[in-house]
């Protein structure tokens, strides 16, 4: 497990935004994966109402989700560039809105790699998930995520096992969803509170 050390969270910013702006024309989740999880999703909360999609750059994530939802769904982004595109807000995703605590039904990322703080960043997202049914996705590959990669831009690299563990602190896995992206195994992680309120 490696993380990198920024000089203070200016420094974090800048590299975030402009590593944003760098990559605005790429896009690394795809849409089968979305619509998969998107299937997932209505059968494990067939009432969902609302979700939260995190760093979401050109806002593909929650574009497909609420497609395919029929629902609610909004995207985060750090930059400025946030705006540009359909329901998404300019936001750090280790910060949370007071109306989110506890209520959303759904929270996916495949940037927790970009979290300078990963055990916090992840509190506060779970803080969000309705305690009583629901949940947060995170995306694991071992190229995208893992610890060879941890720099700058993506200064949280983990293994498979280290991030499993890192989740089974204060949390439960609800399931991992085994999928192929560019070539290799990868893995959506299904985080749940370990108490479900009624």
Not at 57 to 68: C, S, V
Request: hydrophobic share 35%; charged share 30%.
């Amino acid at each position: 497990m490696k993380l990198h050390k920024y000089k203070n969270y200016e420094e974090y910013r800048k590299v975030q935004e402009a590593g944003n702006i760098q990559k605005i024309k790429c896009q690394w989740a795809q849409e089968n994966e979305i619509k998969s999880l998107a299937n997932y999703i209505k059968k494990q909360l067939p009432n969902a109402k609302f979700g939260i999609c995190h760093g979401t750059r050109r806002g593909n994530e929650q574009k497909w989700f609420r497609e395919a939802l029929g629902i609610d769904v909004i995207g985060t982004e750090i930059s400025k560039t946030a705006t540009d595109f359909p329901h998404t807000i300019q936001w750090d995703f280790h910060e949370v809105k007071p109306e989110w605590v506890n209520n959303v039904d759904f929270i996916y990322s495949n940037t927790f790699d970009h979290s300078f703080d990963p055990p916090n960043c992840l509190d506060r997202w779970m803080s969000c998930i309705k305690k009583q049914d629901g949940f947060c996705i995170i995306e694991w590959t071992k190229t995208g995520h893992g610890d060879r990669w941890s720099n700058e831009l993506d200064p949280f690299g983990a293994s498979l096992e280290e991030l499993e563990q890192l989740i089974k602190i204060k949390y439960a896995i609800k399931e991992k969803i085994p999928f192929i992206k560019k070539g290799e195994k990868a893995v959506h992680f299904v985080v749940e509170h370990l108490q479900k309120t009624k």
